[in-house]
């Protein structure tokens, strides 16, 4: 049988899924998954719910044809879920959800600026779907909108969802939305219009009732009962051309370079420098009210602002606003970056200072003489007539009232003297932890003007300049034995003080060590304290060989207690008698010797130390070499302790120095003393201790070399301080400087802000952490400034709203009314229109009408006899924004078909016109 070749056919398989009905069908599962098919209906929401209460949003991405869009489930989280399952299901004949939240009014007008929540705004639901381009695709085509529509509508009937869902169409900064809601016999079309321009016979509230009725009756014929209408006007203030609203930020003298007072440079600005408030919005509401109450039209409005029932304000502020104190502390953590010297930065003047002791330069030679008597003096003795001087970066009319801040004591009558010389006393100061100094200290006063010098002298050259005055002045006070005020005695606080004020503290220790030393050379020795027993001073016994009384105990035992010492070896550089102990050979007291003082040393010195320590390695040489470097004390002190007390032992060396290392025994010896023994560290052959008591001499400690040499370590301080670059020195400022900033800060009190001290000691917190090591991270330092600057400028915002709308009105409605301004929202002004607040916002108004009409009259050249008033100025501009909502119910499509609702939200601005319309329609009795 011959085979027939059948002649390919191309045969379209009907049964095979389009692409329309698998993105539906991808759109049904979705709404399944999110378990969104369901007919309870909740509580009605309350007043402000849609703004106050959070959204939850679900995201699901689905493709149709070659376009990828995203499905977002935007719902409002009313209650809980367990309460969900509680509300019991509506009758059949009940309203969905939409619809009932389209009719309530409690939150018309609620502003929400999260993308898509302006659908909750337009309509006035808790609940939607949205269907949204992934790739900000502009759809704009007729046919591609109308095959979406209809596919979101399938998918509502199919899943029996009655959540409304939305497309997103056009160009996405029109937020124009097309929807529909499916259920109860009930199909709701979301509808809107977008125009730039508003139309003639859409500026008022006449044509838009109007309009509105036009599309409601529509086909059908019926006559609607009166719409329901809610107004709102916004007003917009953003030019605060009066000076009565607006805040000064604080003026220092030395900012405009006058003369400089005391109050000013000891304190850091604070502040915005330019006004934070940038707009505020004023909202005039007449809630839901019948049409035929109200008229609006072109020739006449009842819609007057201060007629409105309800007034509500929102602020906008400057984002990140310039603040004093921040811009003060960043540009300060900038220098710390400069690795100039300060000879780079002087430059001519410095080799002027060098060269000339007599100059400018070196003011501080005349201002720390003893006693200034006058300023003219000063002036006088610093300004040579035979040459022309080098002037510096900063004048001398400015040099001089700071050097006289630092160092107070060079004035007969001290302005701002120092109150507290002790130091830094953590125990009572709030500050605890923080590794700077005590607050209005030197260094807390040097940090403050260098700050000063920096942000409104001249920058990096005026800084170097007060440091190589400052250095001169303590140089000086050096060489002539004054003690540097404002640091207190005592060793350096390696612990609690930033390493600038150590140095200061090893040079006052210097001074005083000088001091003592030039006092006692000029001074006699005092006499030796002595064993109060003996009868005479200077009564001693030679050791004999008579042997005629051995037997005689007695005799020998008072002989004994009769002798005193020998001719060389006669005590010297005792400071008292101990109270119990006595030497254990010979029963004579013990006494204490005087000894040198321990060597002060500051946090770099130790830690030079300690790497020095490292270094040397674990080998016996080292060990020897550091054992020696670690005794050097230890063996002052022994040999204090022998020239003290001739006769003595190494035991009675660690009875009064270690007396952990003297373990005691049962029972008394000779001298009535409870009996004891050394440690076993202390019985290790060859031990430092041992070694060290054996080497040492009985040499008292005026006669000993010098542990601490005060002229080396003095000039090491200076030398270290001289030598620092300028970045080096800002750093050894910037600790205190961030101290005192948040000091400042910390001084701020504002009501509208009540968690402001919370903030401070979390940043307070940071700069403990941040202080500690030695080496600065300047990261961190910038992380804390702004902290600070933001809420310095949380603060200016509060402090220029206070100053705007509360003025000299302080009460706790007001305060409430403040923190929830501050916090962004919408507020209701207390009273309205009629209130303090709202006579007050009419009065800002009023001003900058009659601003606004002043600049137009000017630039016109009106009559000079005009005023503000002959010009007809009103309280209030025109309004920057008009929004309605109307309601109705009504029969659709036909006059037998159930009434159902109907709404149209309309917003007019000056270059923006939007119409959004929900239109219900009964799909039974058509």
């Known amino acids: 049988?011959?085979?027939?070749?059948?002649?390919?056919?191309?045969?379209?398989?009907?049964?095979?899924?389009?692409?329309?009905?698998?993105?539906?069908?991808?759109?049904?599962?979705?709404?399944?998954e999110w378990k969104l098919p369901r007919s309870k209906v909740l509580p009605a929401l309350k007043k402000g719910d849609l703004v106050n209460l959070p959204w939850e949003e679900s995201t699901e991405k689905l493709q149709f044809a070659d376009v990828e869009f995203m499905l977002?489930?935007?719902?409002?989280?009313?209650?809980n879920e367990e309460e969900i399952e509680s509300v019991t299901e509506e009758s059949e004949e009940s309203r969905s959800q939409c619809l009932q939240d389209a009719l309530d009014s409690s939150n018309d007008f609620a502003r929400l600026d999260r993308d898509h929540l302006d659908l909750a705004t337009y309509y006035g639901i808790r609940e939607f779907l949205i269907l949204v381009p992934t790739k900000q695709v502009a759809i704009t085509d007729e046919t591609r909108i109308k095959i979406l529509l209809s596919s979101i509508t399938i998918a509502a009937n199919n899943s029996n969802c009655e959540v409304p869902i939305f497309v997103q169409v056009h160009e996405q900064w029109q937020s124009f939305y097309?929807?529909?809601?499916?259920?109860?016999?009930?199909?709701?079309?979301?509808?809107?219009?977008?125009?730039?321009?508003?139309?003639?016979?859409?500026?008022?509230?006449?044509?838009?009732?109007?309009?509105?009725?036009?599309?409601?009756?529509?086909?059908?014929?019926?006559?609607?009962?009166?719409?329901?209408?809610?107004?709102?006007?916004?007003?917009?203030?953003?030019?605060w051309t009066n000076s009565t609203w607006t805040q000064d930020p604080p003026d220092f003298d030395f900012m405009q370079g006058k003369t400089l007072g005391v109050a000013e440079l000891g304190k850091l600005p604070f502040g915005a420098s330019f006004d934070p408030v940038g707009e505020l919005h004023l909202f005039t509401t007449w809630p839901e009210m019948p049409e035929n109450v109200v008229v609006d039209s072109e020739s006449y409005t009842d819609l007057e602002p201060q007629q409105a029932p309800e007034w509500s304000v929102q602020v906008k502020m400057i984002p990140s606003p310039a603040c004093?104190?921040?811009?003060?502390?960043?540009?300060?953590?900038?220098?710390?970056?400069?690795?100039?010297?300060?000879?780079e930065l002087l430059g001519d003047f410095a080799n002027y200072a060098e060269g000339d002791g007599q100059n400018l330069s070196s003011a501080f030679n005349a201002l720390t003489e003893s006693r200034v008597p006058t300023l003219s003096t000063v002036v006088g003795k610093a300004t040579p007539k035979k040459s022309k001087p080098v002037e510096g970066p900063i004048s001398e009319d400015i040099l001089l009232p700071i050097l006289y801040f630092l160092f107070p004591d060079a004035e007969d009558d001290p302005r701002a003297p120092y109150t507290d010389v002790n130091g830094y006393n953590v125990d009572d100061d709030q500050w605890k932890g923080v590794k700077t100094v005590a607050v209005d200290s030197l260094v807390w006063r040097l940090a403050i003007v260098a700050a000063h010098c920096a942000h409104n002298l001249g920058g990096a050259p005026a800084l170097a300049h007060l440091w190589h005055e400052f250095i001169q002045e303590i140089r000086f006070r050096w060489e002539r034995n004054i003690l540097i005020p404002g640091i207190g005695s005592g060793f350096p606080d390696c612990v609690r003080t930033c390493l600038l004020h150590q140095k200061?503290?090893?040079?006052?220790?210097?001074?005083?060590?000088?001091?003592?030393?030039?006092?006692?050379?000029?001074?006699?020795?005092?006499?030796d304290i002595d064993d109060p027993d003996s009868e005479s001073e200077d009564e001693f016994f030679e050791c004999t060989n008579d042997t005629g009384s051995d037997n005689d105990d007695e005799s020998v035992a008072k002989a004994q207690r009769k002798v005193k010492h020998s001719l060389w070896n006669k005590p010297t550089g005792r400071l008292a008698k101990h109270p119990s102990l006595k030497l254990i050979k010979t029963g004579a007291s013990l006494y204490l010797p005087i000894t040198q003082d321990p060597v002060p040393k500051t946090e770099d010195q130790l830690e030079e130390d300690a790497e020095v320590m490292m270094q040397l390695g674990t080998d016996e040489h080292a060990s020897e070499m550091r054992a020696r470097m670690m005794?050097?004390?230890?063996?002052?002190?022994?040999?204090?302790?022998?020239?003290?007390?001739?006769?003595?032992?190494?035991?009675?060396?660690?009875?009064?120095?270690?007396?952990r290392d003297w373990i005691e025994e049962e029972g008394l010896d000779e001298w009535g003393q409870i009996n004891g023994h050394l440690s076993p560290r202390m019985m290790i052959p060859n031990n430092p201790w041992s070694n060290a008591w054996a080497s040492a001499q009985p040499v008292p400690a005026h006669r000993q070399k010098r542990l601490f040499d005060d002229t080396r370590e003095a000039e090491k301080a200076m030398h270290y301080m001289t030598s620092q670059r300028l970045g080096q020195i800002a750093q050894l400022l910037l600790p205190v400087l961030i101290h005192a900033g948040l000091s400042t800060l910390n001084s701020q009190k504002?009501?509208?802000?009540?968690?402001?001290?919370?903030?401070?000691?979390?940043?307070?917190?940071?700069?403990?952490?941040?202080?500690?090591?030695i080496h600065q991270k300047l990261k961190s330092y910038e992380e804390i400034a702004s902290d600070i600057e933001g809420i310095e400028a949380l603060v200016a915002q509060a402090n220029s709203l206070q100053h705007k709308l509360g003025g000299q009105h302080h009460s706790k409605e007001f305060t409430a009314f403040l923190i929830q301004l501050m916090r962004g929202k919408e507020v209701s002004v207390p009273d309205g229109p009629r209130g303090y607040v709202g006579s007050r916002i009419t009065s800002m108004f009023y001003e900058a009408q009659k601003a606004a009409h002043m600049m137009t009259s000017v630039n016109s050249n009106p009559d000079p006899i005009d005023t503000p008033k002959d010009?007809?100025?009103?309280?209030?501009?025109?309004?920057?924004?008009?929004?309605?909502?109307?309601?109705?119910?009504?029969?659709?499509?036909s006059p037998t078909s159930t009434p159902h609702p109907q709404r149209l939200y309309a917003s007019l601005k000056r270059d923006h016109f939007r119409l959004a319309g929900l239109f219900s329609e009964d799909t039974i009795f058509l």
Not at 521 to 527: E, L, V
Request: with cysteine.
């Open 750 to 773: 504002q009501e509208a802000l009540p968690n402001l001290s919370d903030v401070v000691q979390s940043i307070l917190g940071k700069l403990q952490y941040v202080t500690k090591p």
């Open 1 to 32: 049988m011959n085979n027939i070749e059948i002649e390919d056919t191309y045969h379209h398989d009907f049964t095979t899924a389009s692409e329309l009905e698998v993105f539906v069908a991808r759109l049904e599962e979705i709404i399944r």
């Open 871 to 893: 010009l007809g100025v009103g309280k209030f501009p025109t309004p920057s924004c008009k929004e309605f909502i109307l309601r109705a119910i009504a029969p659709r499509p």
């Open 324 to 343: 004093l104190l921040g811009e003060y502390l960043i540009d300060f953590i900038h220098l710390c970056s400069n690795q100039k010297m300060l000879s």
């Open 631 to 659: 005794s050097a004390s230890l063996l002052s002190d022994m040999e204090s302790f022998k020239a003290a007390n001739p006769g003595a032992v190494l035991e009675d060396f660690i009875r009064w120095y270690s007396p």
């Open 178 to 239: 097309l929807g529909v809601s499916e259920g109860r016999g009930v199909c709701s079309h979301f509808d809107m219009v977008h125009l730039r321009r508003v139309p003639p016979h859409c500026k008022y509230l006449n044509g838009l009732l109007t309009l509105f009725k036009q599309k409601i009756t529509e086909g059908c014929g019926v006559r609607l009962d009166p719409t329901l209408v809610a107004i709102r006007f916004s007003y917009l203030l953003k030019d």
């Open 504 to 527: 200061l503290q090893m040079l006052n220790c210097c001074i005083e060590r000088k001091k003592v030393n030039e006092e006692s050379i000029y001074k006699p020795q005092s006499m």
């Open 72 to 79: 977002k489930h935007f719902n409002l989280k009313v209650v």
